[in-house]
C-alpha cells in the first residue's frame, strides 16, 4: 500500500532561520506531489504541487519543494521562516494507475513552531 | 464563488446519536471527498465520489454514510455516533484529483 512518511512531528525555530521540512513516499509509479498548509484553527490550503517537468517546484510564501525520484523525496524548504509561519504542514501524494489518479495519501504532518 | 462549505462548524453528539454533515461546492467539481483529521494521524480518507451517483469507500469508511445526488452536494451520515468519531472532518472538492480544495471543516465532539 501506498504510504507517506513526515519524519520530523515538531520542528521549533527561531525567525530567519532556514527550514527543511522531509517528506519521503512508496509508490514506484507516476505521483503527483503536494504540499498543504493549515494555519491555527484554519483550513488547509495548498502550498505548492508537483506534477511534472522541472523538480524544483516554488509555491507560494517564499516556499519551494524539490522533487527527488531516486529517493521517493519530496521536502519542502525555506530559507527564512517568519513567526508567521507557523503551522501544521502536511505532504500528499496522488498516484497515478495507467492514466487514471487514485486518491490523495497524505502523511501524518510536521507542526512547525517559529519562535520571534 | 463561495467555495467548499461546510455547515455545521461545531457539533457535540450524544453516543448513539445520529447527524448529517453538510458539505456543498459552487465550482462544479466532479470529484469530492471527505476526510477526518485526528492528532498526529495526518487526514485519512473517509469516502469519495467521483460524479453525482457514485460513491466509494475511503481508508476508513466504518460509521458512515455518503450519499451524492447532485454535483454540488456530498453529505457525511454517521447513523449511530461514537466517541471514536470525535474529530474534525473536513470535506474537500477537485475539479480532477490531483488538486482538492478543503473546506472549513467541521470540529465534532461525541461524548
Known amino acids: 500500500a501506498q504510504s507517506v512518511s513526515q519524519h520530523n512531528h515538531h520542528v521549533i525555530l527561531s525567525e530567519a532561520a532556514s527550514l527543511e521540512l522531509g517528506c519521503n513516499y512508496s509508490y514506484g509509479g507516476t505521483v503527483n506531489l503536494f504540499w498543504y498548509v493549515q494555519y491555527p484553527g484554519q483550513h488547509l490550503q495548498l502550498l505548492l504541487k508537483?506534477?511534472?517537468?522541472?523538480?524544483l517546484v516554488k509555491g507560494i510564501k517564499g516556499f519551494e519543494a524539490e522533487f527527488i525520484k531516486s529517493k521517493f523525496s519530496f521536502n519542502l524548504r525555506k530559507p527564512s521562516v517568519q513567526w508567521s509561519d507557523t503551522a501544521e504542514y502536511f505532504c500528499?501524494?496522488?498516484?497515478?494507475?495507467?492514466?487514471?489518479?487514485?486518491?490523495?495519501?497524505f502523511g501524518k504532518g510536521t507542526k512547525l513552531s517559529v519562535k520571534p | 464563488n463561495a467555495g467548499v462549505t461546510q455547515t455545521p462548524k461545531f457539533q457535540v453528539l450524544k453516543t448513539g446519536q445520529s447527524m448529517t454533515l453538510q458539505c456543498a461546492q459552487d465550482?462544479?467539481?466532479?470529484?469530492m471527498s471527505w476526510y477526518r483529521q485526528d492528532p498526529g494521524m495526518g487526514l485519512r480518507l473517509i469516502h469519495y465520489?467521483?460524479?453525482?451517483?457514485?460513491?466509494d469507500q475511503g481508508e476508513v469508511p466504518n460509521g458512515y454514510n455518503v450519499s451524492r445526488s447532485t454535483t454540488e452536494d456530498f453529505p457525511l451520515r454517521l447513523l449511530s455516533a461514537a466517541p471514536s468519531q470525535t474529530s474534525v472532518y473536513f470535506c474537500?472538492?477537485?475539479?480532477?484529483?490531483?488538486?482538492?480544495?478543503f473546506g472549513p471543516g467541521t470540529r465534532l465532539t461525541v461524548t
Open positions: 508537483y506534477f511534472s517537468g522541472d523538480p
Open positions: 500528499a501524494v496522488n498516484a497515478r494507475y495507467g492514466g487514471s489518479q487514485g486518491n490523495l495519501i
Open positions: 474537500a472538492s477537485s475539479p480532477g484529483v490531483p488538486e482538492q480544495y
Open positions: 465520489s467521483v460524479g453525482a451517483g457514485i460513491t
Open positions: 465550482m462544479n467539481h466532479e470529484y
